[in-house]
């Protein structure tokens, strides 16, 4: 990565968000990556974020997202990652796995967000293909993510939604997030 890891690296261990993160090679990639982009992420947040979206731009991955999922695939990750959380797991069985990609497509579905209902199997086979996740045995259909950090860092979007909901005075988020997440020592 030349002049521009070094630098990366460099800044990376002066700054106190970002230092631990350099010892995990998946956040090295992804900062020597936005090094040469010129985007570099001083969280953890950011350097996932930058990491996911890079990955998501490439061509094969980008028009099988949007082709098949309508760009909609964050919404059912999302849904995929709480579930694993909730069960305390980093791995779903394949029924419950294609149970929460069906969920998750029917409130789009309601949502207006797409307009037909796609096979969940379907749709996993296009996010263990395009995205982060995997087919975690051999035969047995089960899916995990690729790194427990993406499976955290999806799982954090419905929380961060439900803090949103529950300042804007939703009482159902409110309890949620009291009783579901933060009460929970999993979350």
């Known amino acids: 990565y030349g002049d521009a890891g070094e630098k990366a690296v460099d800044d990376a ?12 090679p998946l956040y090295l990639q992804s900062l020597l990556s936005g090094a040469l ?33 309508l760009g909609r695939h964050a919404e059912i990750l999302t849904a995929l990652a709480v579930q694993m959380t909730e069960a305390g ?9 294609r149970a929460t990609v069906s969920a998750s497509v029917d409130l789009l579905r309601q949502q207006g967000q797409i307009a037909s209902t796609p096979e969940p199997g379907a749709v996993i086979d296009v996010l263990t ?9 051999a035969g047995n259909g089960a899916v995990s993510f690729q790194h427990q950090q993406f499976q955290e860092w999806y799982a954090s979007h419905e929380v961060s939604e439900l803090m949103r909901r529950s300042e804007g005075g939703d009482a159902a988020a409110r309890q949620r997030l009291r009783e579901d997440v933060f009460d929970k020592p999993v979350w």
């Open 13 to 24: 261990r002066r700054d106190h968000g970002v230092r631990e993160l350099i010892a995990t």
């Open 89 to 97: 797991a980093t791995t779903l069985g394949d029924t419950e796995a």
């Open 37 to 69: 982009s010129g985007t570099i992420g001083t969280t953890k947040e950011e350097v996932l974020r930058l990491f996911v979206e890079r990955h998501e731009r490439a061509p094969d991955h980008a028009e099988a997202l949007r082709s098949s999922l």
């Open 129 to 137: 293909s395009h995205h982060t996740l995997l087919r975690a045995g």
